[in-house]
Nanobody
Framework: QVQLVESGGGLVQAGGSLRLSCAASGSFVRINNMAWYRQPPGKQRELVAVVTSVGSTNYADSVKDRFIISRDSAKNTVYLQMNGLKPSDTADYYC??????????????WGQGTQVTVSS
């Protein structure tokens, strides 16, 4: 099993920056894709950014050029640097990862989430 623990959420003013971290721990052979999702109040969960095991990235149009996803494979950690934050970025942010065990198939794991609130 894999545990994902997010940190770095909080309250920030519009235009500010925040850095989220998600550390994976547990029993696994490797972690493939890692991603950040978010769920704004009253809305559905949406994909924010993805980073593959080789460093390729993809971003939602709403955050492209403002957010940067990165990973430290040695530490099994994924980051989300959020710049130029807007009130519309307010949401619960969730870490997501695909991990492969020694014998088992790839499985998807989720963190418990961290709140990001952007004030005007």
């Amino acid at each position: 099993q894999v545990q994902l623990v997010e940190s770095g959420g909080g309250l920030v003013q519009a235009g500010g920056s925040l850095r989220l971290s998600c550390a994976a721990s547990g029993s696994f052979v490797r972690i493939n894709n890692m991603a950040w999702y978010r769920q704004p109040p009253g809305k559905q969960r949406e994909l924010v950014a993805v980073v593959t095991s080789v460093g390729s990235t993809n971003y939602a149009d709403s955050v492209k050029d403002r957010f940067i996803i990165s990973r430290d494979s040695a530490k099994n950690t994924v980051y989300l640097q959020m710049n130029g934050l807007k009130p519309s970025d307010t949401a619960d942010y969730y870490c997501n990862a695909y991990a492969v065990g020694r014998f088992g198939p790839q499985r998807q794991y989720w963190g418990q989430g961290t709140q990001v609130t952007v004030s005007s």
